[in-house]
């Protein structure tokens, strides 16, 4: 064969040598430098692993700059949800402390229900706005109301009831009678049976002696008589419905709760269910 077809350029072995020499980098001496770090290959395992990971929707990395590096959109989602919450929850804090809200609060519910809130009470005791003389004459007036009527109200409320009306520039002497109107209607009171026609109340506690009985006029009275104390005496009913405790002359009883009637224009007291018969100088009290 002709030997047109070959190259005409001939190139030796250390021209070839050389070419690939210039390739690499040499050291000063003019030897080639050979890199010794030794090159890693995934394995078979991990480059599968890898594709899948690549095509999975999930996988798919998102450059966009309102992503959060380096996880998947469901985790995304989830700590997006969890900042908003703390962010809510931080605005509803501050909130709460700015000054005057919980006063605001108050007038916007007031204002729906229709009503103005109650003026607060005050507490304070009026007797500490008397003066030094004021208040020994309310000491002194309150100890002789409490001795007068007892099983009421306790001595330091009595006080305080009258030291009130004479803050409110009442007069002592006024202000004791009303306080002891105010006291024999109060509940547990032992009322003066001189007073129990002018006591404001339907039901009355008294104390004193049976002084006497007599026959009851109908069958459905267990007993009738009149029980006396040092302002007076009333006639009392005791309904045999009642089932209570037969009383006997010359006995001390109390009738706590007992109704007040009205015949021909003189009071007289009935003991009924709801009442009580109470024996003080038994120590004890008896109901039936």
Same mark, same amino acid.
């Given at each position: ?83 908003? #919450? &703390?962010?809510?929850?931080?605005? /509803? !804090?501050?909130?709460?402390?700015? +000054? ?5 609060? @108050?007038? *916007? ?24 003389? #004021? &208040?020994?004459?309310?000491?002194? /007036? !309150?100890?002789?109301?409490?001795? +007068? ?5 306790? @001595?330091? *409320? ?47 506690? *008294? ?82």
């Amino acid at each position: 064969m002709s030997s047109n077809n070959a190259s005409g350029k001939v190139v030796s072995v250390d021209e070839q040598a050389f070419e690939k020499a210039g390739e690499q980098a040499v050291d000063e001496d003019g030897f080639p430098v050979v890199d010794e770090t030794p090159e890693f290959e995934a394995a078979v395992e991990q480059e599968t692993q890898a594709k899948v990971d690549a095509n999975h929707p999930d996988g798919i990395a998102d450059t966009s700059e309102d992503r959060i590096h380096g996880v998947t959109l469901e985790q995304e989602e989830r700590i997006r949800a969890r900042e908003a #919450e &703390l962010e809510r929850i931080s605005a /509803q !804090a501050e909130l709460g402390t700015q +000054e005057g809200r919980e006063q605001r609060t @108050r007038e *916007v519910v007031s204002e729906l229900c229709g009503r103005d809130e109650p003026a607060p009470t005050e507490r304070t005791d009026p007797r500490e706005k008397l003066t030094q003389d #004021e &208040l020994a004459k309310v000491n002194k /007036q !309150a100890m002789r109301i409490s001795d +007068e009527v007892k099983g009421g109200w306790s @001595r330091a *409320v009595v006080a305080k009831q009258l030291a009130e009306k004479v803050q409110r520039g009442r007069d002592v002497t006024k202000g004791v009678l009303e306080t002891l109107e105010e006291l024999k209607a109060a509940p547990g009171a032992i009322v003066p049976i001189a007073d129990v026609p002018d006591v404001p109340v339907g039901e009355v506690t *008294v104390q004193g002696e049976i002084t006497q009985l007599w026959d009851p006029s109908d069958t459905s009275i267990s007993q009738v008589g009149l029980i006396e104390d040092d302002s007076g005496k009333i006639k009392f009913t005791i309904w045999e419905a009642s089932r209570k405790t037969v009383v006997s002359e010359g006995e001390t009883v109390r009738f706590r709760a007992v109704k007040k009637n009205w015949y021909q224009g003189r009071c007289s007291i009935a003991i009924t269910g709801w009442s009580r018969i109470e024996f003080p100088e038994r120590g004890r009290w008896w109901e039936e």
